[in-house]
């Protein structure tokens, strides 16, 4: 069992800027894959980015060059440092952390951001 723990998130204006934290209960090494999901308002689930246990990244299209996912490995904690914000980025924030075999997929609770124009 992986238990997470966001924070973060909050109100800023269009081109701001504001960095998620992720804190896992176990040890990164238990881990193979954190990340970040969204979901807007009416709108379905959509993967941000993720990051491996070698430390791959994967971003969605709609925040390449904007959005950084790192870990630290020492504080069992994934960031995602957000920039250039624009107001369709509004949506709850969901870490999650895939652990075990076979793999399990854990979720945070969510953290509110949002983008005003």
């Known amino acids: 069992q992986v238990q997470l723990v966001e924070s973060g998130g909050g109100l800023v204006q269009d081109g701001g800027s504001l960095r998620l934290s992720c804190a896992a209960s176990?040890?990164?090494?238990?881990?193979?894959?954190m990340g970040w999901y969204r979901q807007a308002p009416g709108k379905q689930r959509e993967s941000v980015a993720y990051?491996?246990?070698?430390?791959?990244?994967n971003y969605a299209d709609s925040v390449k060059g904007r959005f950084t996912i790192s870990r630290a490995d020492a504080k069992n904690t994934v960031y995602l440092q957000m920039n250039s914000l624009k107001p369709e980025d509004t949506a709850v924030y969901y870490c999650?952390?895939?652990?075990?075999?076979?793999?399990?997929?854990?979720w945070g609770q969510g953290t509110q951001v949002t983008v005003s124009s």
């Open positions: 176990a040890s990164m090494t238990s881990i193979t894959v």
């Open positions: 999650h952390a895939d652990a075990g075999i076979p793999a399990a997929r854990y």
């Open positions: 990051i491996t246990s070698s430390g791959s990244t």
